[in-house]
């Protein structure tokens, strides 16, 4: 008798070879829609990616199963590069939408003391993913097909790509997370060097709001004792977000349970609170083995693994890897076709973005004992300037790396409004 662990793989080797059965009858399909672009996936990588295709003049197709708005599990900031990056209006966006400005930020370790780091601006910006998601795709000025999942995928007569039989085009991006459909194709492994994180987003109640010890403009952050990951509280007006990430998921659920008791311990949650925490999962950049491009396929962000190889922040890459290979496409379609060697620009300008793969270096902590360098660090946590300078301004907020330059100029100017009035009234602090 097959195991259930059998079973399931044998189930998913099926639908598989179902969803990527190739056809070719050696002429065009009938009754399906031309475009030039078809992007799997609505999250900000293909929004971002459908934008600029799109104010590029090509024609554009995002496919994806759910309907947005959405709800997705995300700690959710911003920061002023990425919205220049998008030509992002913010006093526009507040308009609708929540954005709360962030001025600093409260750090320490799962169960110890911690600091606050204060600056004199907004360095960044909460956001509600349902919100945001919902804002990218539909400025983006692509047809939307949503609702419906990939369900069948082939190749037509011209080796150009046939979609759910109801569109065609010569090129394909993948941009559906981590269990992107289309990455599978490419050979991804989905437990390769993963990042499991569990979250949840709540609305806070009067009582809960009034007892609440998270500032809106300062989110905390606690790393876990043995480093390899790290819990988060951050309150975006009534909307409080939780939640913890770890490298290969190591105990997850044991860690997360020891964050939460912390948070109800230190008052940051309500004693009360028994919010169902949701996960997923993703790759950071540097551990990452996916190839992003294939035979006139392109993978972007989480479908790609492109999260910051530190933080493990996965916003701002995401968008970027989309605006990338907008690029990168463009270029080709103007250059004689999505061909292979057109389509290699895209791998080369994530390098260079991003820097190199982790298998082509050695892993610095890995020339030390492993327990001297989780004491060390646990030290340097608790140092103000390597908590600003290193774990803050370099690592998340990554104020080192210069943003983009706007790609094309429709749908957005290309510049930003960093002093936008926030939509949440900010509070006198209350004593940590």
């Known amino acids: ?64 199963r759910a309907n947005f708005p959405r709800d997705k599990v995300c700690a959710g900031w911003i920061t002023p590069a990425l919205v220049a990056e998008l030509g992002i209006t913010l006093r526009d966006y507040a308009t609708a939408n929540t954005l709360q400005p962030i001025t600093g930020f409260r750090v320490g370790l799962v169960g110890g003391n911690s600091r606050e780091v204060n600056y004199a601006r907004a360095v960044s910006y909460g956001i509600r993913r349902t919100e945001f998601d919902r804002f990218l795709l539909e400025r983006s000025g692509a047809r939307l097909r949503l609702g419906r999942s990939l369900e069948s995928l082939s190749r037509d007569g011209d080796d150009n790509w046939v979609v759910n039989g109801a ?50 403009h300062v989110p905390e952050l606690f790393i876990a004792r043995d480093l390899n990951g790290f819990g988060w509280a951050f309150r975006k007006g009534r909307y409080l977000n939780i939640g913890m990430g770890r490298k290969g998921g190591l105990r997850i659920n044991e860690h997360v349970g020891e964050f939460i008791d912390f948070l109800k311990r230190s008052a940051r949650i309500s004693p009360a609170t028994a919010k169902r925490l949701r996960g997923h999962a993703y790759t950071m950049y540097r551990d990452s083995s996916r190839d992003p491009v294939g035979d006139r396929v392109l993978l972007v962000g989480d479908a790609a693994g492109v999260a910051a190889r530190r933080s493990g922040e996965g916003i701002r890459p995401a968008v970027e890897s989309g605006l990338i290979a907008a690029q990168s496409l463009v270029s080709a379609h103007g250059a004689g076709g999505f061909t292979q060697h057109n389509l290699n620009t895209y791998r080369r300008a994530l390098h260079e973005r991003f820097g190199g793969r982790r298998h082509a270096r050695l892993a610095a902590h890995s020339l030390v004992p492993r327990s001297l360098y989780g004491a060390v660090g646990r030290r340097l946590i608790g140092r103000r300037w390597f908590a600003q300078n290193v774990l803050l301004e370099r690592w998340l907020l990554q104020r080192n790396t210069q943003p983009l330059m706007p790609l094309f100029s429709r749908g957005g100017t290309g510049k930003s409004n960093f002093e936008a009035t926030p939509v949440v009234a900010q509070r006198k602090p209350r004593a940590a």
């Open 167 to 216: 569109f065609t085009a010569p090129l394909l991006v993948g941009a559906g997370g981590h269990f992107c459909p289309i990455a599978r194709r490419l050979g991804a492994k989905r437990g390769h060097a993963v990042i499991a994180a569990q979250e949840a987003e709540y609305f806070l109640e009067d009582d809960e709001e009034a007892r609440c010890k998270v500032l809106p």
């Open 1 to 64: 008798m097959r195991s259930s662990s059998s079973r399931i793989r044998t189930r998913h080797r099926s639908d598989l070879q179902r969803l990527f059965l190739t056809a070719r009858s050696g002429a065009s399909v009938v009754g399906v829609e031309e475009t030039d672009v078809i992007i799997v996936g609505g999250g900000p990588s293909g929004a971002a990616c459908a934008w600029a295709v799109r104010s590029a003049g090509l024609r554009v197709v995002v496919v994806d």
